[in-house]
Nanobody, 118 residues
Framework: HVQLVESGGGSVQAGGSLRLSCTVSGVTLEHADMGWYRQGPDNECDLLSTVSFDGSTYYHDSVKGRFTISQDNAKMTVYLQMNSLKPDDTGVYYC?????????????RGQGTQVTVS
C-alpha cells in the first residue's frame, strides 16, 4: 500500500524559509523518481523540483537557487528546503512518485501541505 504524506508547510513572511517533508511507505526511494508540485491559486499544478534514483535533480527556473530537493532513504523521506520565499510561492505542495502516479491532486496521493507567503 503506497502512501505519501506531506508536512512542514506554514505561513511565513517573504524572505523566510520552510522545509517540507514527504514521508513515504510502499515506495523504494533508492529506485524512485520523486517530484514536488505546487497547486497555486489558479489550481494549476506546477512541477517545481525532482530528484531521480541516480541523484540527478531538476529545478523550475522560478525556484533555482532558492529551493533544494533531497532525500534520506533511511528515513524514507524526501525534503524540499525552501529559502527566500516569495508570495508567488504560495500554494499547496504535493510530492509525487513519477513511477507510480496517484489519483490525487497533481498526481499525488496525500493531502498536500499549505504554504502561505505574505
Amino acid at each position: 500500500h503506497v502512501q505519501l504524506v506531506e508536512s512542514g508547510g506554514g505561513s511565513v513572511q517573504a524572505g523566510g524559509s520552510l522545509r517540507l517533508s514527504c514521508t513515504v511507505s510502499g515506495v523504494t526511494l533508492e529506485h524512485a523518481d520523486m517530484g514536488w508540485y505546487r497547486q497555486g491559486p489558479d489550481n494549476e499544478c506546477d512541477l517545481l523540483s525532482t530528484v531521480s534514483f541516480d541523484g540527478s535533480t531538476y529545478y523550475h527556473d522560478s525556484v533555482k537557487g532558492r529551493f533544494t530537493i533531497s532525500q534520506d532513504n533511511a528515513k524514507m523521506t524526501v525534503y524540499l528546503q525552501m529559502n527566500s520565499l516569495k508570495p508567488d510561492d504560495t500554494g499547496v505542495y504535493y510530492c509525487v512518485d513519477h513511477n507510480d502516479y496517484g489519483s490525487g491532486t497533481c498526481g499525488g496521493r496525500g493531502q498536500g501541505t499549505q504554504v502561505t507567503v505574505s
